[in-house]
T-cell receptor, first 112, second 110 residues
Framework: QQKVQQSPESLSVPEGGMASLNCTSSDRNFQYFWWYRQHSGEGPKALMSIFSDGDKKEGRFTAHLNKASLHVSLHIRDSQPSDSALYFCAAKEGFASALTFGSGTKVIPCLP | EAAVTQSPRSKVAVTGGKVTLSCHQTNNHDYMYWYRQDTGHGLRLIHYSYVADSTEKGDIPDGYKASRPSQENFSLILELASLSQTAVYFC?????????FGPGTRLTVL
């Protein structure tokens, strides 16, 4: 079983709509969480990190962490065509530890 | 923006042959990583390094070696390439936290 599991595998989002991505960890040692975005043909790029319970907002992106349930989510509001990408959740134990990635959620913007 | 480059960008290798993938960073970062990406598995860590002349095994090190001759350079070596090693390989660097990825190398083993 993968230590970091993401759902759904793919998600169609109307332009201007809201996308919600989920991530659950099975390892209680994971304390630090990241969201990475990968556009087709490119390397992943860090979107945002979240280390404390609650919400963290950066522009159109909001991450939510619940450490008790080891659940992290990413919400993308006002979906744009440029949001078409593979989104990875990643977790690590310590600040300097290596990351463990989930298998990704593919976001597919569509016409409203 | 931090810069990580990889070479070659794509390669076709024969089964049993030796393959070396190279990574170079100009970020002055201490940490460097090698990942492979397969459909359905996301990114899996092969080897990483905290300092020059030292490497550590990641989650899937079997069949791979790594070399960190300097802070800037990190290589991944497949001594005997196998069909199962066909994948896209990414190098990344970090200063402990945010990782900066290269553009990837698409390796096909025939």
């Amino acid at each position: 079983q993968q230590k970091v599991q993401q759902s759904p595998e793919s998600l169609s989002v109307p332009e201007g709509g809201m996308a919600s991505l989920n991530c659950t960890s099975s390892d209680r040692n994971f304390q630090y969480f990241w969201w990475y975005r990968q556009h087709s043909g490119e390397g992943p790029k860090a979107l945002m990190s979240i280390f404390s319970d609650g919400d963290k907002k950066e522009g159109r992106f909001t991450a939510h962490l619940n450490k008790a349930s080891l659940h992290v989510s990413l919400h993308i509001r006002d979906s744009q065509p440029s949001d078409s990408a593979l989104y990875f959740c990643a977790a690590k134990e310590g600040f300097a530890s290596a990351l463990t990635f989930g298998s990704g959620t593919k976001v597919i913007p569509c016409l409203p | 923006e931090a810069a990580v480059t990889q070479s070659p960008r794509s390669k076709v290798a024969v089964t049993g042959g030796k393959v070396t993938l190279s990574c170079h960073q100009t970020n002055n970062h201490d940490y460097m990583y090698w990942y492979r990406q397969d459909t359905g598995h996301g990114l899996r860590l092969i080897h990483y390094s905290y300092v020059a002349d030292s490497t550590e095994k990641g989650d899937i090190p079997d069949g791979y070696k790594a070399s960190r001759p300097s802070q800037e350079n990190f290589s991944l070596i497949l001594e005997l390439a196998s069909l199962s090693q066909t994948a896209v390989y990414f190098c990344a660097s970090s200063e402990r936290d945010r990782q900066y990825f290269g553009p990837g190398t698409r390796l096909t083993v025939l």
